[in-house]
């Protein structure tokens, strides 16, 4: 039994490890952030870009760190479940009873669900908000400064999930990792909302307020000019407003 104890010790001295080395390159995150928006903010974009990247690859390792913190977690409690087993075991009548007591507790460990981390361990996770589905982006949707549209090929209600099953990545504060997309969950509602990845795209106010007349007209930019609801934003709309909007769109009937 000293054997298992010590190796149940080692595991969770090591996911400890495991987590500080998620929170120090969380850290580095935000420093890499904050000079980003330094270097955005005096106009050097080469640099401002490469620090951006910088930061994302640094949220993406403190998320693999963070997963093997959770998955060691799990581990721990696996060789735990068998150390109590072995424990019980042992005080049987047989031979049969005590391996076919083992057998069970190692199936019943191996099948352990994965631990919740972050907000989703309080607030279940429902469903992305309805204005970042391209499906469901309508004239009324509210626009944000910046607003991040899902194209249809994303199944996000397999994504939702996984977060509210423990099998996404906890990357940090509120943020999820899964099938290559990061999400946010809103407490205490329980909204989620996508952040970037494969399938998302990232749109101004003025672009996204161009897709929506877009989606209402069919893709018609004359009629959706003469809406009211478009028409009071026409002396700020240009060209490549209209053209990224009309990107936006052709991906998402495509993909539909």
Known sequence: MSSIEEASGSVATNAESARELAGSITSSKDLLDSLAAQLDAIGVETAAQRTHAAGDRAEELAGQANALADGLDSLR?????????????????????????????????????????????????????????????????????????????????????????????????????????TYGLETPSGTVYPVRGKGFIELTKLEFTALKGLLAYGGDRAAAERDPKISRFKHHFTDKTWETARNVFNQGQERA
């Not at 479940?81 to 009873?97: N, P, Q």
């Not at 499906?135 to 249809?152: C, D, F, G, Y």
């Open 77 to 181: 409690r696996q060789v735990d479940a068998i150390k109590g087993l072995l424990a019980g075991a042992f005080r049987g009548v047989g031979d049969g009873s005590r391996r076919n007591a083992l057998d069970g507790a190692l199936i019943g460990a191996a099948q352990e669900p994965p631990p919740l981390r972050g907000p989703a361990a309080t607030t279940p996770p429902t469903s992305v908000g309805k204005r970042h589905l391209f499906r469901q982006v309508r004239l009324n949707s509210p626009a944000r400064e910046k607003n991040t549209v899902v194209l249809p090929n994303v199944d996000t209600d397999a994504d939702v999930a996984a977060i509210k099953n423990g099998q996404a990545t906890h990357v940090r504060d509120n943020l999820y990792k899964v099938n290559g997309r």
